[in-house]
């Protein structure tokens, strides 16, 4: 027997999550209290993980504990090891009773207002015992805080732009074109053959330029030799578009998949020349991270909600996978 399979025979899961809660609380009393255990166990088990070890795992100063690199060493791949078993377990519940359970995804506001509720209404019809969270954010977020920190098992959002690294999967599945729109009872709503010049003077509802899409929509302006407007209201909020866009006066660029399956949002695309930005939409999981059964089971509703929905409705492409 090695050095290594001795010190795995010697580690304790429960140690390992008493030593989580620390490095989370910040201090071994608050980690006592957390869980409703005393200090001396607390320290005890850290004394062990440190001995078994052979390095600090953590420094104390007057304000309490924190990780030493070797302890971060070991919070990272911690994080790993009890999310992997509690996919087993998730495993384990879903060949007991493939109709139950909960699946944790993360979408961008605008796919949370049409693509994603459209898949998650099918999905739960056909599984009804299954619980979704959905957690919304830009796509930088929702892939480096909330997909890497294995917050959710999946993202699914727009691709383009992100610097992903090796740990990333992507499968597209279609391109959600970004398009000039406007609420129904815009005076523009009934126009064709409309230029973005017409419309730089209108009131606008615009994402932060320095996002992905905002420097996106400037480069379309000035490609077609205008100027950004300034935007009357600068957001990421949908349900401002639910007000400002869907009363009548302000202008938006939004996912084409908004207005085809965003049942409640009342908008209308312009007949726009030139102002069609390609915006391939996919799925990113993480490679080493075993998905549950459940996840791979709304990964193929998705695939399928993508391939109807193009048919005329959204720009479709091929898809593919890449790290």
């Known amino acids: 027997m090695d050095l290594d399979d001795r010190t795995l025979r010697r580690l304790k899961l429960s140690d390992l999550r008493l030593f989580h809660a620390v ?35 953590l420094e104390r100063h007057p304000q309490g504990v924190e990780a030493t690199v070797y302890g971060k060493a070991l919070l990272s791949g911690g994080v790993a090891v009890f999310d992997e078993l509690k996919q087993s377990v998730k495993h384990i519940e879903f060949l007991a009773d493939p109709t139950a359970g909960e699946l944790r995804i993360g979408c961008s506001e605008p796919l949370a207002a049409g693509f994603v509720p459209t898949a998650i209404d099918g999905f739960s019809k056909q599984y009804p015992r299954v619980g979704f969270q959905v957690v919304t954010g830009d796509p930088v977020t929702l892939v480096e805080r909330e997909l890497r920190q294995r917050n959710i098992e999946l993202a699914i959002a727009p691709v383009q732009g992100l610097n992903l690294g090796a740990d990333v999967e ?4 279609f391109d959600d074109r970004q398009v000039v ?3 129904t009872q815009n005076k523009w709503a009934r ?3 409309i230029r973005l010049a017409d419309l730089v003077h209108e009131p606008w509802l615009l994402p932060p330029p320095d996002s992905i ?3 996106a929509i400037a480069e379309t302006f000035r490609a077609n030799g205008v100027e950004l407007p300034r935007g009357s209201v600068v957001s990421f909020s949908i349900p401002l578009v639910h007000h400002l866009v869907g009363g009548g006066r ?3 660029m939004l996912p084409v998949s908004m207005a085809r399956l965003g049942r409640e949002l009342p908008l209308k695309i312009l007949d726009v020349r030139s102002a069609s930005i390609s915006r391939p939409t996919g799925i990113m999981t993480l490679k080493k991270r075993t998905l549950s ?3 791979q ?8 909600v993508a391939t109807v929905s193009a048919k005329g409705q959204m720009g479709s492409l091929p898809r593919r996978r890449r790290g």
């Open 250 to 252: 302000f202008l938006v």
């Open 191 to 193: 126009r064709r053959n």
């Open 181 to 183: 729109m406007a609420g």
């Open 23 to 57: 490095a989370q609380w910040g201090g071994m009393a608050k980690a006592a209290a957390h869980l409703n255990i005393s200090q001396p166990a607390v320290s005890k088990a850290i004394r062990a993980l440190e001995h078994t070890l052979g390095v600090p795992l």
């Open 293 to 295: 059964p459940l996840a």
């Open 213 to 215: 899409i905002g420097r």
């Open 170 to 173: 992507i499968e597209v599945l």
């Open 297 to 304: 089971l709304f990964i193929k509703r998705m695939r399928d």
